[in-house]
Nanobody, 121 residues
Framework: QVQLVESGGGSVQPGGSLRLSCAAS????????MGWYRQAPGKQRDLVAS???????NYADSVKGRFSVSRDNAKNTVYLQMNSLKPEDTAVYYC???????????????WGQGTQVTVSS
């Protein structure tokens, strides 16, 4: 059974930093891409950042220049370094992995349980 386990959320003042981690475990052939989404109360879940297995990245306009996504393919882990945090970054952050369990299996999306990030003075 594939699992995504997140860590690193919490509360921080505006201008502060946090680093999120997400490790995938279980039967894994490939993960491409891997990334982060967020959902604020009353809003839809939106892409924050994603990264392919060869390191190509994609960011939401609202986080460009402040957030950085990276991954360790050997550990099936993705990271999100969040700097210069703003109150509007407050949300539940979800790890996402588009994963194949075997060479011939279909790719499907897996989600972490979510981790709360609160930016407030």
């Amino acid at each position: 059974q594939v699992q995504l386990v997140e860590s690193g959320g919490g509360s921080v003042q505006p201008g502060g930093s946090l680093r999120l981690s997400c490790a995938a475990s279980g039967r894994i052939f490939s993960i491409d891409p891997m990334g982060w989404y967020r959902q604020a109360p009353g809003k839809q879940r939106d892409l924050v950042a994603s990264i392919t297995s060869v390191g190509n990245t994609n960011y939401a306009d609202s986080v460009k220049g402040r957030f950085s996504v990276s991954r360790d393919n050997a550990k099936n882990t993705v990271y999100l370094q969040m700097n210069s945090l703003k109150p509007e970054d407050t949300a539940v952050y979800y790890c996402n992995a588009r994963l194949r369990e075997s060479r011939w299996g279909a790719a499907r999306d897996y989600w972490g349980q979510g981790t709360q990030v609160t930016v407030s003075s």
